[in-house]
DNA sequence: GATGAATGAGGCTTCATTCAT
DNA sequence: CATGAATGAAGCCTCATTCAT
């Protein structure tokens, strides 16, 4: 028998308010990056966003428990979105060193062309804007260094390889993540230059492949 | 009568003013490079600063524009300081790439630990606040990355050999303040390791050495 | 046809309905007592009420014209429950003055130990909020400080005494008000000494004692 | 010598800066109260007390932390004047009943009628508005009760006495401090009938004296 | 009847900057 | 030169209330 406290199945219109609420939360989510990344975080007021997001600021409140929950979720969503993009490639290269060059052109000529703004957000935004932020930026950038770290520690074991130092390993997780950060800011977000991004992101991949090569050493 | 425009020799009492003025200068640029570093350029108010420095608004007011130029005439200053320290590396290593060890491992040992507050501001704060400034940054970023590119360039030369794309010397020198500034950031900023800063910056000028070479070809 | 304006028997379940509602309505504003006297009127917000009472904020409206509303009947409840245990002492001493030191044990061992929370909203929370607040209260304080002139009056004309002026039973009767209100704040709401409320009562009421006969002459 | 350091006469000019500053704040001060006893602590925005102060807003700022820091002082300014005015009394009345009276006859004649701002804010407008303001309020009332209690003992000894129980002389105290309260609530804010208070102020004080002796017990 | 997403006016507070002394 | 009181624009956020479903 019906009984009112069970969870139904979701009624059709119960599914669209779910569906709309959802799309609103991306909404102002957008309209936020898009601010964020054209007028810096401290410009973009609360009010601007929510004219943009075509909401009024309350709402954004609904969703968002204030402008610094606004960005943490933004970070959040592009790390993850970054990771999964090199987590890929680094799987299916499964030990070679050929997982370095697909993810970096993977980077340079897929992310960087199609997100600049998420660019933008995580590589300069993001930076000290607050202590709570800073923090939640730390533990992104920590687990996609990890991950990079455990390619590396993959290619190494692969090879019959060993590192320079007990650090290396960490040491050009943190390079190449570095390199990635700059030469992303360099071109894309100070000069503009998204065609020249291939040519860039294969030399950087070539530097990238010297340098891992550079702290191995045969057994 | 003196000319008052004329300039006489400055009295005793005139050069105590000028170095007094000089010091007050700098006190004042340092209370604020302290709490920028500590709290955030945002969060920082220029009374905290004045208080710090032990002086009034008004005279911040004096000897700054605003707040801005503050934080303006310590990049410059930084960036300065900084190519001077790199730039005198490549220099007396003339072309060989012992200047690219030796920059790396003056960065890492002596200015990251020396000064952690400028590496704090200079790659932290000075990022995504304001328009202006983002501009003054990219410039002292171009020089130093211009610099990097020379002693590239004449590496090449000096070793007869050429390098894989037109852009290579840019794009190695653009990765090469990458790994700068985030192992600096990692290592000091975040993880406040400055013991271990010596190994990371040894892994890391080799990584270096190695992806110079990788992108080398010979005629 | 059976006119709809007709009250008809009412059904079984109208009869269901109606005592729901009546259940809803007391749940909601005791979630509101709770809250306004823990967190204070305005800190207490109408969706907070609807998440203790169990109710979406909607329903909250639907029994009750606006936060203020809630106050007004709650205000307007502890009243009525406050003169009914006073007025019931004060009829059965019948013109004795055993009737004020009964009323006011009953309000200090009773009504304050069981109702902490109805003492906290009469003396505290419905104080400085509104005016239509302020003059519903003023009416409620005014109802019960007749009923103990009146009470006053009885013993007057009972003992055949005469009080000292033409406003003494009325200061009497507020007098007697401020005590009560003053002690039960001071010893239930500041100092949580609900044991002390005994002894402490004992002596009020004797203070009271001694104080109206210090305003009766004999004729 | 003169020590730069070491605190000279303060010139004539700064003598009257620090007046003026006085003034300011005290002008400030008074049109907090003016608009609190009004209109109520919250409905009383910082901008209109800004605006009757005839400063601006950040002058409110300048000389108050914020909004409840303005009332606190307020509360501690009140509480000061009336611990003066009523310590007085009892001090004059050297352990006479006589002080009660005294003191009751000035609270009632010429504080009330004097300053009803003050008294609407003391008695209204301070409570159930923060946590942080209540404990300040609670403090405040426990000196003044404690003020007229050791004048309570300071009679008892006098007069040779003992009270009903350990509890006696305090139960009196807040008695009293309840009676203070409730009158001027109910004959100045809600009936204005500040003429009538001479009366009233008479029989409240005999109220007291009667409650008192009824409170002693000879040896 | 019940729901809860949406609204938006209004409040508090901060802080870079100015200027009379 | 130095001071620090004064300014006021601008921003973040709360929350009582409404209304379509």
């Not at 993850?80 to 970096?104: H, V, Y």
Request: glycine share 6%.
């Amino acid at each position: 028998m019906a009984d009112k406290k069970e969870k139904q199945h979701p009624t059709r219109s119960e599914l669209r308010r779910q569906r709309e609420k959802e799309q609103r939360f991306l909404t102002i989510l957008g309209a936020a990056e898009n601010l964020f990344a054209r007028k810096g975080y401290h410009k973009a007021s609360m009010e601007e966003i929510a004219d943009l997001a075509e909401v009024s600021v309350g709402t954004v409140y609904f969703y968002f428990k204030n402008k610094e929950d606004l960005i943490l979720q933004m970070l959040e969503k592009i790390g993850f979105q970054l990771r999964n993009l090199l987590g890929r490639e680094f799987k299916n290269a499964d030990g070679s060193i050929e997982g370095f060059k697909r993810a970096g052109i993977i980077f340079f000529e897929e992310f960087c062309v199609q997100y600049p703004e998420k660019v933008a957000i995580f590589f300069r935004e993001s930076a000290g804007q607050s202590q709570q932020l800073e923090a939640h930026r730390k533990k992104i950038f920590e687990k996609i260094i990890e991950d990079v770290q455990q390619a590396l520690l993959k290619v190494r074991d692969n090879l019959g390889v060993r590192y320079r130092s007990q650090l290396s390993a960490e040491v050009m997780a943190v390079s190449i993540m570095g390199m990635y950060e700059r030469i992303a800011y360099q071109y894309l977000i100070w000069q503009h230059r998204p065609r020249d991004l291939q040519t860039i992101g294969r030399d950087a991949v070539e530097f990238i492949v010297g340098g891992i090569r550079n702290l191995s050493r045969n057994h």
